[in-house]
């Protein structure tokens, strides 16, 4: 066979004339490149490895003659071939993780991406020889002894694989489909761990596994990757996150022996559908891994956790835990009570009742080219280090054009600020958790330019703890957070690494230096004042949110007062209340736009009152029912208010326009010949479900 190779010195040239000693002579080989399939970098040639061109050729050569030939005789011939080629490919793999961009003879554009290629292409060429290895060992040298119908299956499952990879290497391939043979990797290892889950996931496409916090599952394999493969105790598979499962250690050892034993024997029997694992963890890749392998995001960018966590429903939502709770017994309230004599809530306490407000957060990377941000923002909950105590609040940041990388909150402006961009927050926690604290998490709401695809990626997390060693509060100040990479659960992740890199000395200035260009959150905890901590004092124990909002909080919890502990018949009469506040009060709630136009009619019905009328409590909640039902209940379910859509500007413009109209009319005011622009009507917007509601 002839070879082309590129080599530098005789040394080299010995070297890979070794490699015709493998090759039947009978056969010539014609080669050809195209730029858009092979990136081979310059400064490898030189130094004598044999292209990627050249390599994949010789492996498709190999594999046409081993599966052409009868297999009398030329079985060790074509091992024989086929490991020169593996070590081949080792060789060549190294040689390319040491080279650097400063390697090159000349300057070469988007070094990074194209190594990162040539790597991808390697491990592809390593997949293709250890299918061939597999078909080419007699059936008794197979680890876990196969049957023939398993070695079948497994060979038919190989050429599918083959006539797939060799299909995709004659036709055009794109940067997607680069980044997907990047993320291939060999088998996994069985294992037999048993994990404890600490968060719950969703499973988001198929082969995903459904979990919930709390459930024990036993891992079949683990990926390099993150996913695992993991089954729970109803015998269901699929794959889950690592960073949401611990180690389970509090099985005694006779269970984790007889469990080791079964696993064994079930990774065997699975052994030949390992490639089938493969395929799937290729073409399930998540789309943050493939923009951040294309170098569209930096590489400490995740997808949000607690976007993913706001989806599931309603269970991280302020509309859930502005609820009463039930106690244990469930015939009673256990955090909603009535003071007879003044006839208001009961003021209760909590171990955290705080305000805060966020400054500013500064040196943020920025999605690159390919990406177009739709939304910056923050989202803050109560956190004790494993898991969300309370419910998830949003605060969208603003950011000058000429300076992206800094963003600002509650940007000054004419008239009300709308509550989503007031970076004035409330926090009230009730849990004993020594690691208690706020987790702020930086996020990005973007779509991809190529393909319209809508996501939100966390852009890095902060953690303030709210208690020290002893137990004693942290001082009310301003603080400098640090912003991580990765997800809360992941440690020591950097959010972009290309900062730090290359930075040397230990001395004050360059330490200074590197400080400056770290990724931070700046903001203050502040005491609350006489009448904001008397607000608190009647909200439930646990709840995050807006402080502009704070008052209308209170006057609904007021009205829950009333109605729950007085007007019901018996405290453990569940009967469905006629209440179209109590009902479709907590839907207003979780639309930002249609809380700030409540808080705008009650801050005119307000200024309309009198002074002594202010304080006189049975008037305020009168007042306060007639403005909700004259002006939100009708907004709430007109036809022409658009449903909530977060970061789509035309839709949040269309909402605009109908909430700050005052020219909606009642729901009878339709006639044949104009069609009604309300909603159908549904029991569930006059009655409030007690049972339903309650936390």
């Avoid at 509650?410 to 849990?431: E, H, V």
């Avoid at 930086?442 to 953690?463: K, Q």
């Avoid at 907004?635 to 949040?652: F, G, I, K, Q």
Wanted: net charge negative.
């Amino acid at each position: 066979m002839i070879l082309y190779f590129f080599y530098q010195g005789r040394r080299n040239a010995c070297w890979l004339a070794s490699i015709n000693q493998m090759l039947q002579p009978k056969h010539v080989i014609t080669f050809w490149s195209r730029q858009h399939q092979i990136h081979g970098l310059r400064i490898l040639r030189q130094r004598g490895a044999v292209s990627l061109a050249r390599m994949i050729s010789l492996v498709d050569s190999l594999i046409k003659d081993a599966r052409l030939s009868d297999g009398s005789g030329r079985t060790e011939a074509y091992q024989s071939r086929c490991i020169h080629l593996q070590n081949l490919v080792e060789e060549t793999t190294r040689k390319l993780k040491k080279l650097t961009k400063a390697d090159e003879p000349a300057p070469v554009g988007n070094y990074d991406q194209r190594k990162m290629e040539e790597e991808s292409r390697l491990r592809g060429i390593e997949e293709k020889l250890l299918v061939l290895v597999l078909e080419l060992s007699p059936p008794q040298k197979r680890e876990g002894g196969l049957s023939r119908s398993s070695q079948a299956q497994e060979d038919e499952d190989s050429e599918e694989e083959e006539s797939e990879e060799q299909s995709e290497e004659e036709s055009e391939e794109d940067d997607e489909e680069d980044v997907v043979t990047k993320t291939m990797e060999q088998i996994p290892e069985s294992g037999t761990a048993t994990y404890m889950v600490i968060s719950a996931f969703k499973g988001e496409q198929e082969g995903d596994l459904t979990i919930q916090m709390g459930e024990v599952l036993t891992i079949l394999s683990k990926n390099e990757d993150g996913w695992w493969l993991a089954q729970d105790s109803k015998g269901n598979k699929g794959q889950v996150p690592k960073t949401y499962m611990k180690r389970y250690s509090d099985q005694d050892e006779e269970d984790d022996e007889e469990a080791s034993e079964d696993e064994e024997l079930e990774s065997k029997r699975k052994q030949s559908s390992n490639w089938d694992s493969v395929r799937r963890a290729i073409t399930e890749i998540d789309a943050t891994d493939v923009l951040s392998a294309m170098g569209a995001i930096p590489a400490g960018f995740r997808s949000s956790t607690l976007s993913k966590l706001l989806d599931e429903g309603i269970t991280y939502r302020g509309s859930h835990y502005i609820q009463p709770e039930l106690s244990q017994s469930k015939l009673s309230f256990k955090d909603l009570f009535r003071d007879p004599d003044t006839g208001k809530v009961r003021q209760r306490t909590a171990r955290t009742s705080l305000t805060l407000t966020l400054w500013s957060c500064k040196s943020i990377p920025t999605p690159g080219v390919g990406v177009q941000v739709l939304s910056r923002h923050i989202r803050l909950c109560a956190f004790d280090g494993t898991q969300v105590l309370s419910n998830i609040h949003t605060i969208r940041a603003t950011c000058n054009a000429n300076n992206v990388k800094t963003w600002s909150f509650s940007p000054r402006m004419t008239g009300n600020l709308p509550s989503l961009l007031d970076g004035d927050c409330f926090l009230r926690c009730n849990s004993d958790a020594p690691e208690l604290g706020i987790l702020f998490e930086l996020g990005v709401t973007y779509i991809r330019n190529s393909t319209g695809e809508r996501g939100d990626l966390s852009c890095g997390w902060a953690f303030l703890k709210l208690f020290d060693a002893n137990g004693a509060p942290v001082p009310h100040r301003t603080y400098e957070l640090l912003v991580h990479g990765g997800t809360p659960y992941e440690k020591d992740i950097e959010v972009d690494p290309s900062l730090t890199r290359g930075a040397t000395g230990t001395g004050m200035f360059q330490q200074m230096m590197l400080s400056r260009k770290l990724p931070k959150l700046f903001l203050k905890l502040k005491s609350p004042n006489v009448r904001t901590r008397s607000q608190l004092s009647a909200l439930p124990d646990t709840l995050v949110g807006s402080l502009s909002s704070i008052h209308l909080l209170v006057l609904y919890r007021q009205l829950l007062a009333d109605i729950l502990l007085m007007d019901r018949a018996t405290m453990q009469n569940a009967d469905l209340i006629c209440s179209p506040l109590l009902a479709t009060f907590p839907e207003i709630m979780d639309q930002s736009d249609l809380l700030d136009a409540l808080r705008k009619y009650w801050l005119e019905a307000e200024s309309n009152m009198k002074r002594s009328e202010k304080r006189d409590l049975p008037l305020l909640k009168r007042k306060f029912v007639r403005v909700y039902m004259d002006n939100m209940y009708p907004l709430l379910y007109s036809a022409d208010l658009p449903p909530p859509r977060w970061a789509d500007e035309m839709v949040e413009n269309q909402r605009a326009r109908v909430i700050f109209n005052s020219s909606l009319e009642p729901f009878h005011t339709h006639t044949p010949d104009s069609p009604p622009r309300h909603q159908a009507f549904d029991i569930s917007q006059l009655t409030y479900d007690l049972l339903c509601m309650a936390q």
